[in-house]
């Protein structure tokens, strides 16, 4: 019996020990696991949080990413009025048609308008980031593993790189980006942007609140999806109550003559 204990123990081990080496090799991180409110079948969206969020992005990460699949008139659905979404759009200037000799002109944006990007194009873009392009926002919160927990980590994982890590020309030391080095020099200070009426903006608290709204524009449709879910299980319910008193009219009679 003792030779198959340790057998068994022996066997447990190498399996632990072989994932962790497998994970190491992979370079896989810890995300900083957030409790966000939207989390959960019946998890809905903060509108405080989305608005601070916004603001970080406006006036921060706007500076090198585009959100180009938000139109201003979706800011309404994160609790903006429509003046406030209004005036938000006219801080930007789109395209306009062109004039009477065929030259180029510009307009204040406004409802309609979808969020114009920082950079003219790609070849821009990477000509002021080191070589590297910073990617658009729109879906990233989706698009990347662990979702607004990744985005929340990437954002506070700026640290000073181990003595042995050979950071590249112009990258700087991210503990959650694959590969530990990233163009994105760190975004987020202290105090960076002030909040009307919030928390204090500390690092923490922007990195929260910008991956929240990130979260929003990659799955606006998070409450109706989840709302959704309610009314088909509620529906499921009421009518498995139903299909059991059916049943057991239908088979009154029947069972009484037995
Ligand atoms: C000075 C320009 C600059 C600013 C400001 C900036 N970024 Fe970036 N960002 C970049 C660049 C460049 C990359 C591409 C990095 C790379 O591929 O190494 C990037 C990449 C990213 C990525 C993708 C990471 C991945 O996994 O591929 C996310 C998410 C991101 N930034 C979010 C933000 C947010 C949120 C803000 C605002 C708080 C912000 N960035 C501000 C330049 C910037």
Redesign the pocket.
């Known amino acids: 019996m003792k030779i198959i204990k340790a057998i068994k123990t022996a066997f447990a081990a190498t399996i632990l020990l072989g994932t962790g080496s497998v994970l190491a090799a992979e370079g896989e991180v810890e995300l900083k696991h957030q409790d966000w409110s939207f989390n959960g079948a019946f998890g809905t969206y903060d509108r405080a949080a989305m608005q601070r969020g916004f603001q970080?992005?406006k006036e921060?990460?706007?500076?090198?990413?585009g959100l180009k699949y938000i139109a201003f008139r979706n800011l309404m659905e994160i609790g903006f009025s429509e003046a406030e979404a209004k005036a938000i759009a006219a801080e930007y200037t789109v395209p306009g048609a062109p004039d009477e000799f065929g030259d180029p002109t510009e307009r204040a944006a406004g409802l309609s308008d979808y969020m114009p990007s920082p950079f003219a194009n790609e070849q821009a873009?990477k000509a002021?980031?080191?070589g590297?392009?910073?990617?658009d926002?729109s879906l990233?919160?989706k698009?990347?593993e662990g979702g607004p927990d990744?985005?929340y980590s990437?954002?506070t994982g700026y640290e000073d790189p181990p003595e042995d890590f050979e950071l590249g020309d112009g990258?700087n030391y991210n503990a959650v980006?694959?590969g530990h080095?990233?163009?994105?020099?760190q975004?987020?200070f202290d105090d960076f942007v002030t909040y009307a009426n919030g928390p204090e903006a500390s690092v923490d608290q922007?990195?929260k609140d910008?991956?929240h709204f990130?979260m929003w524009a990659a799955e606006p449709k998070l409450e109706a999806r989840h709302q959704m879910g309610f009314k088909v299980m509620a529906f499921m319910l009421v009518l498995t109550i139903l299909l059991y008193l059916i049943n057991r009219k239908v088979w009154a009679n029947v069972k009484k003559k037995h």
């Open positions: 970080v992005y921060v990460c706007a500076a090198c990413h873009a002021s980031n080191n590297a392009i910073p990617p926002l990233v919160a698009a990347r990744y985005l990437l954002l990258l980006f694959p080095q990233i163009a994105m020099p975004p987020l922007m990195a910008v991956s990130l």
